[in-house]
């Protein structure tokens, strides 16, 4: 047997082994286990495993990065368990719910109900400090690759950004401020274009732990009517503060005018995303 293929039969027999596992000791509930297919995935900087809907049955793939020696038995363990969690919930079933898979901590409240929470906490633990670094040295031609597309997307965003009449960063902080003055709140501490890729299609983000609001490099354009930056600054203003203080609470409607308010909605319902096609750079 090749090098390869002997890797791949391991590689097999491991993930084989690690649902079984956690089937008997954990999943016991899970009607027809047996349909419940396993295999290798492919290299990923951000999924660790997935689930999908087999030829007969739910068919979970694991990162080929979880599988090599130095990652700790536990955090193959915690993924497998978390995609088992999902087909608990229904999915890679025929019964697939419509909701987001992760929406309202459903994963995390059944790994807890199921005694898991003590080891995804160990596992989470080690992707926080560990992962990042071994994905970069176990995967160094997709982590190259993706620095070097980083830097021509980066490019690009700041040719478009430094185009006459497009608005700059600073107004954004203006009308941020003039936001919180207004509402006698704390401002958002930072307001940033974001460089957005292909996937990302919303109009902002949050990086919610640093205060940060990103809204996507096209708003930046002159003919983006100001109501509709406004309105986004507004509803993350709204969000952190009613996150960073819950007995805090404001509307909109106390920030902006009617006329405002509709304006905004009906530019992100129904131009958003011709404009973003349009405009985006690249």
Request: glycine letters at 6%; charged letters at 25%.
């Amino acid at each position: 047997m090749s090098d390869h293929k002997a890797r791949k039969a391991s590689a097999d027999d491991l993930l084989a082994e690690t649902l079984s596992r956690m089937l008997s000791e954990h999943f016991t509930d899970i009607p027809n286990p047996e349909e419940i297919e396993v295999g290798v995935g492919r290299r990923s900087r951000r999924r660790l495993g997935t689930v999908r809907r087999g030829p007969n049955g739910p068919s979970i793939t694991i990162n080929p990065l979880l599988l090599l020696d130095g990652v700790p038995e536990y955090v193959l363990d915690a993924t497998m368990a978390h995609e088992l969690c999902h087909v608990v919930h229904g999915y890679g079933t025929l019964h697939r719910p419509k909701h987001p898979p992760h929406r309202g901590g459903r994963v995390t409240a059944e790994l807890r109900a199921r005694g898991l929470h003590a080891m995804t906490d160990r596992a989470d633990a080690w992707i926080r400090s560990q992962w990042t670094n071994w994905y970069e040295t176990h995967a160094a031609d997709l982590a190259a690759a993706r620095t070097a597309r980083l830097e021509e997307r980066a490019q690009m965003w700041r040719a478009f950004l430094g185009q006459p009449g497009v608005r700059s960063a600073q107004d954004l902080y203006r009308w941020s401020d003039a936001l919180a003055l207004r509402l006698s709140v704390q401002p958002i501490r930072g307001v940033e274009w974001l460089h957005a890729g292909t996937r990302q299609r919303r109009l902002s983000y949050c990086r919610t732990r640093d205060w940060i609001v990103l809204l996507h490099g096209v708003l930046a354009h002159a003919s983006v009517p100001e109501s509709v930056l406004r309105y986004e600054l507004a509803a993350w203003l709204q969000y952190l503060t009613t996150r960073h203080d819950r007995g805090t609470h404001f509307s909109i409607e106390q920030a902006m005018s009617e006329h405002e308010i509709a304006e905004a909605q009906h530019w992100r319902r129904y131009c958003w995303s011709r404009f973003r096609t349009k405009h985006s750079p690249g």
